[in-house]
């Protein structure tokens, strides 16, 4: 099992502000996730990225795959209160999830 | 569609009780599996199960914790006698591809 290491553990932006967090291991990931948690709720899947390069879009968040496998970004445009929440980056080897530590963003209004 | 369904969603016991946690998973999914999140630990795989077997146990703390899932729609973890330092959320997620997981809303158990 690998280590998973997020940055920054924790973020407070105002509303309106661009952000980046990441996610890194010392080995190569077989394909990473990333979830957002909401509080007093469970984890929910944002996106799955497996190709070494690849750059995947939803809406204001921009994720990114190092093209060696090792690092992942997820950045966020325009930054939104509804976008607080906890980001957690998760390696998968078959049915299993290793996650990270997460990163805790606020954006204050 | 109803998602994973967690009960209770709160529980507070005392040292040395047992308490059992419930899940029920999304209808049609086959894979099941239990997680448990602390500030010190994160968020930790403790068992999953497969068709309702269980394929890797290998995160169960200790003798205390067991799981069980008698069906397709119903899992519990038990932990007998429970110490205080299993006080954590617990979550429970189920998938039909066993990658992408959905995850219930949790339980939030203290131990006092």
């Known amino acids: 099992t690998q280590l998973l290491e997020q940055s920054p553990q924790f973020l407070s932006i105002q509303e309106g502000e661009n952000l980046t967090v990441y996610c890194n291991s010392s080995s190569v990931f077989s394909s990473l996730q990333w979830y957002r948690q909401e509080p007093g709720e469970g984890p929910v899947l944002l996106v799955t990225v497996v190709t070494g390069g690849e750059v995947k879009k939803l809406k204001r968040l921009t994720f990114q795959f190092g093209d060696a496998r090792k690092d992942s970004s997820l950045h966020i445009t325009a930054a939104q209160p509804g976008d607080t929440g906890l980001y957690l980056c998760a390696e998968t080897s078959g049915s299993r999830l290793t996650f990270g530590e997460g990163t805790q963003l606020t954006v204050n209004p | 569609d109803a998602g994973v369904i967690q009960s209770p969603r709160h529980e507070v016991t005392e040292m040395g009780q047992e308490v059992t946690l419930r899940c029920k998973p999304i209808?049609?999914?086959?894979?099941l599996f239990w997680y448990r999140q602390t500030m010190m630990r994160g968020l930790e795989l403790l068992i999953y199960f497969n068709n309702n077997v269980p394929i890797d146990d290998s995160g169960m703390p200790e003798d205390r914790f067991s799981a069980k899932m008698p069906n397709a729609s119903f899992s519990t973890l038990k932990i007998q006698p429970s110490e205080p330092r299993d006080s954590a959320v617990y979550f429970c997620a189920s998938s039909s591809t066993g990658t992408i997981h959905f995850f219930g809303p949790g339980t939030r158990l203290t131990v006092l």
């Open positions: 209808s049609g999914h086959n894979s």
